[in-house]
């Protein structure tokens, strides 16, 4: 008799029920919204932000659909997409440029399916619309960063190894040194051999001039890291932020490709991207003679005059441009509180950064140490201590007129890290979401028609049989769409082309199972024994060919980037849900069609074929 035990229909039933719930909130679409988040954490997302948006929409005789927040952003639904843009220059006119407002596109599930926390897939730029960029990344801005960093390091060494020099001189990426006499002039070229060895340098005996210059295979590696620094930099940036699945991606030797589904303003995709900020120490001067003529106008050469931020607001600083430390040192930016209880933010510095910071407030016992913070280009210093003693260890504390959300800020900015070098944008794209509607529905009809023709064929050949092997393959989309959802998994058009693929494969299964039950029924085996055989014997061939399958897709999911990726993600879960719908699913089926007739004399699989004899 073919009959399944109670736990294996449970489990059929349960994998049902969870699939439905989990695929539901995919055929809800999405509604147009409004996203409004502050880019500083001391400027608050609250009701009371609610109520300021809700009061300037109301006098523009303009009605949302709903406004709720969700963690630290205000998001308001509207009903079609002009209202949405309508709605957005409204809100931007009246909270002006502390918030960031975005357009959006919101999931437009039930309340009850939210709650059970099933949620739609993530669509790729293809599919939901959104922005592109192709940034490239400017190689001389990396190199000319380097040599600056170099012209520091011969500084210290030189200090450290009591060599007297005169300036330091750039000449493109020659850096060159006066020195008093050969003997001084030996002794650079030993401390720069020993210290500095991706730098050739030559020397001129008779002026006494060194001149140094970049490796080949040197410039060489600065410009590959230049492009694995900003791509970190830019996935921590873009991850602090919220936004869901960017791509974010080299391409060729100096190019970065990042595209943010679902954002629709490229404004403020921009201003996502640009948001990164560096930490620089610098000395200051307190010459008030100096400062006195900066503060007229005249700012003196080698120095700039920056804001310092203050109990008392911001004030005046003149502070050189000499760099002693930069943010590329910073391994860890937490915020927390000083010994007196003010906010802070700890950084600690890697090996060589606590070296430097060591040897620089060694040097300078009694003078200001400016923290200066650079974000957008713009500068300003967050605390100027006076240097009581020397630090080592390479923890550092920077404090100031800071409240807790601010440095929370500060600490994100510089963990997320600076970029190595600037980016242009040499091609900027936008995907509107009527063009990413358009795809879906043309993904969705071939994969509903391209199912309805294996249904009819299965129906027609194989009879109940075939609308059995129909019902198990609507089973495995469903299962598949579940888990993609579960899974928060971006759904892209070559995954759309994976999940065809996996309806293709998945009947192959029963095709399989169908001719090995029609076979055993050709030898003369009872319907019964035919169709338990059937799946047996099937079994072992459709492991074996799912697993080379499931190798292949493996390879390109590990292998594989962008839609690659996409493909091989979708590709791998359609065949684990196509070989638990083909056999377990297709057979609790056949079993409470037929298991329940004691005595069964035929079934209904289409024509069977006996050998004559």
């Not at 006119?93 to 999931?107: E, F, K, P, S, T």
């Not at 892209?492 to 029924?521: C, K, S, Y």
């Amino acid at each position: 008799m073919n009959r399944y035990p109670l736990w294996k229909y449970f489990i059929i039933v349960v994998a049902l029920i969870v699939s439905t719930i989990y695929t539901l909130p995919n055929f809800f679409g999405e509604t147009p919204a409004v996203q409004i988040s502050s880019s500083r954490q001391s400027i608050p997302v609250d009701t009371a932000l609610m109520g300021r948006v809700e009061a300037a929409l109301t006098a523009q005789h303009i009605t949302p659909d709903g406004l709720f927040l969700d963690g630290n952003s205000l998001k308001v639904r509207f009903h079609d997409p002009d209202t949405q843009i309508k709605g957005r220059d409204v809100i931007q006119q009246a909270l002006g440029d502390q918030y960031i407002i975005a357009l959006n596109l919101l999931a437009a599930s039930p309340d009850w399916l939210t709650k059970l926390k099933a949620y739609p897939m993530f669509l790729g730029l293809d599919l939901r619309g959104g922005v592109h960029f192709l940034l490239e990344v400017d190689m001389k801005a990396a190199t000319d960063k380097t040599m600056e960093r170099y012209a520091g390091d011969i500084r210290r060494e030189f200090k450290d190894k009591k060599v007297r020099f005169g300036a330091i001189k750039r000449n493109g990426n020659t850096l060159e040194v006066q020195l008093r006499d050969a003997a001084t002039l030996k002794a650079a070229e030993d401390a720069v051999a020993r210290a500095l060895p991706s730098l050739s340098f030559t020397s001129d005996e008779n002026s006494f001039k060194l001149s140094l210059t970049l490796k080949p295979e040197e410039i060489t590696r600065i410009q590959s890291d230049a492009v694995k620094q900003n791509i970190t930099t830019l996935h921590n940036r873009v991850n602090e932020l919220g936004v869901a699945e960017p791509v974010i991606q080299q391409s060729g030797s100096n190019r970065i490709v990042v595209q943010l589904p679902g954002v629709q303003d490229t404004a403020k995709a921009k201003d996502i991207l640009g948001r990164t900020a560096t930490l620089e120490v610098r000395m200051v001067s307190d010459d008030q003679s100096m400062v006195a003529e900066a503060l007229a106008g005249n700012v003196p050469g080698g120095y700039d005059l920056l804001d310092e931020l203050t109990p008392r607001g911001p004030q005046k600083i003149l502070v050189s441009k000499e760099v002693e430390l930069t943010g590329d040192n910073i391994n860890d930016a937490q915020p927390g509180f000083d010994e007196n209880g003010t906010p802070a933010v700890h950084i600690n510095l890697d090996s060589t950064g606590a070296s430097i910071f060591r040897q620089v407030t060694a040097e300078n016992i009694g003078k200001r140490m400016a923290m200066v913070l650079v974000e957008k280009g713009r500068a300003e210093v967050v605390t100027a201590p006076v240097i009581r003693s020397e630090i080592g260890g390479g923890r550092v504390q920077i404090s100031g007129s800071m409240n807790v959300a601010e440095a929370n800020d500060t600490a994100l900015l510089l963990r997320a890290g600076s970029l190595a070098a600037p980016m242009n944008i040499i091609e900027e794209r936008t995907v509107g979401p009527s063009l990413g509607k358009e795809n879906i529905e043309k993904g969705f009809h071939s994969t509903l028609w391209g199912f309805a023709a294996i249904a009819v064929f299965m129906l027609i050949y194989y009879r109940v049989f075939g609308l059995i092997s129909a019902l198990s393959l609507g089973v495995n989309l469903f299962m598949l769409v579940a888990l993609l959802s579960m899974l928060q998994a971006t759904l892209t058009l070559p995954g759309i082309a994976a999940i065809a693929l996996t309806l293709g494969m998945a009947i192959d299964a029963n095709v399989l199972i169908n001719e090995r039950i029609r076979e055993e029924l050709r030898n003369g085996v009872p319907p019964h024994s035919a169709i338990q055989a059937g799946y047996q014997h099937a079994w072992a061939t459709i492991l074996d060919s799912n697993i080379t399958t499931l190798i292949a897709g493996l390879a390109l999911l590990i292998f594989g980037s962008g839609p690659v990726r996409g493909f091989a993600v979708v590709h791998c879960l359609g065949i684990l849900t196509s070989m638990f719908s083909a056999v377990l699913v297709s057979r609790g089926f056949v079993n409470l069609w037929y298991g329940r007739q004691r005595r069964l004399t035929t079934v209904s699989i289409g024509q069977v074929w006996k050998p004559e004899t």
